[in-house]
């Protein structure tokens, strides 16, 4: 599933193997990826252009466009991956979270592909179709990168209100950037209950989820992705705890799967306040 330090691996490699390059063709027909486009809005914006820049907040992506064009955003989902192909066949990738379902040359998946002047081609590769790729993209909503956030803006990020804490760090209008897998893992190093509402949530531990989120997610980005952090191999029946043995437990906070551990990520009494 891809998070930041996924997307962050695909802008990079927009960025090294993409940019400044002719666009010469775009396929845009997938009316579900390229909604709320029609057929052929995309290309008719990019053919003739080149991407010039690629950013990234959280887990949105966008490139700029030269002389004076739309921006292309592209949302990679659950499953999608940027492919980007030589003339010659070679390729490079964003990524390999899923790579044991194809080999270099299947594009069956593509969903959205740049071609450039000079043969090569840039990919939206997503087996289940849940990207997103559209121009001009709305990325005002969200939260600082969970990368570079500070720790008094983090800290008023997760804490306050009913919410659980794993429910906020999740939104990306507060923190972008955090999933599903990331959370689990920050919640676990920090030793914090998931289901502890934000207003219970005291000082000493929003400190302690801001050095968590700081530390797996630069672990993340230099060991090749969320799939790389301790707590994730252990996040099933059966899984124990790889700092003290406890057994890892499971149930559904706000809205998502969660595996914690039973004996460090207990809220008991006195324990908040």
């Known amino acids: 599933m891809p998070e930041l330090p996924e997307v962050e691996s695909a802008r990079s490699v927009i960025g090294r193997a993409a940019l400044d390059r002719v666009i010469a063709d775009v396929d845009d027909t997938d009316a579900w990826v390229c909604r709320p486009h029609r057929a052929g809005d995309i290309r008719v914006a990019l053919v003739g252009r080149r991407l010039t820049a690629a950013h990234r907040r959280g887990k949105s992506m966008w490139c700029d466009t030269s002389e004076g064009g739309p921006v292309l955003g592209i949302h990679l989902g659950m499953s999608g991956k940027i492919v980007i192909a030589g003339v010659d066949g070679d390729e490079i990738d964003g990524g390999d979270y899923w790579e044991g379902r194809r080999k ?40 600082p990168d969970a990368a570079g956030i500070g720790q008094a803006a983090f800290v008023r990020a997760v804490t306050g209100g009913i919410v659980p804490v794993k429910g906020r760090l999740l939104d990306q209008h507060l923190v972008a ?8 893992q920050i919640l676990w190093q920090a030793k914090i209950d998931p289901a502890r509402p934000g207003d219970q949530i005291t000082r000493a531990e929003a400190g302690r989820l801001f050095r968590a989120t700081r530390d797996a997610v ?37 809205g998502r799967t969660t595996w914690w551990c039973s004996r460090e990520q207990v809220t008991r009494s006195g324990d908040v306040g």
Not at 177 to 184: C, E, P, S, W, Y
Not at 243 to 249: E, F, L, Q, T
């Open 177 to 184: 950037g955090i999933g599903n897998l990331l959370a689990d």
């Open 104 to 143: 270099p040359g299947d594009y069956r998946w593509a969903r959205f592909t740049v071609t450039f002047a000079d043969g090569g081609r840039l990919m939206l590769v997503d087996p289940r179709r849940l990207g997103r790729v559209r121009l001009d993209p709305p990325i005002e909503g969200l939260g």
């Open 218 to 254: 630069g672990a993340a980005l230099r060991d090749g992705g969320v799939h790389t952090l301790p707590i994730i191999a252990h996040r099933h029946a059966g899984g124990r705890c790889p700092r003290d043995g406890a057994p890892m437990v499971h149930g559904t906070v706000s």
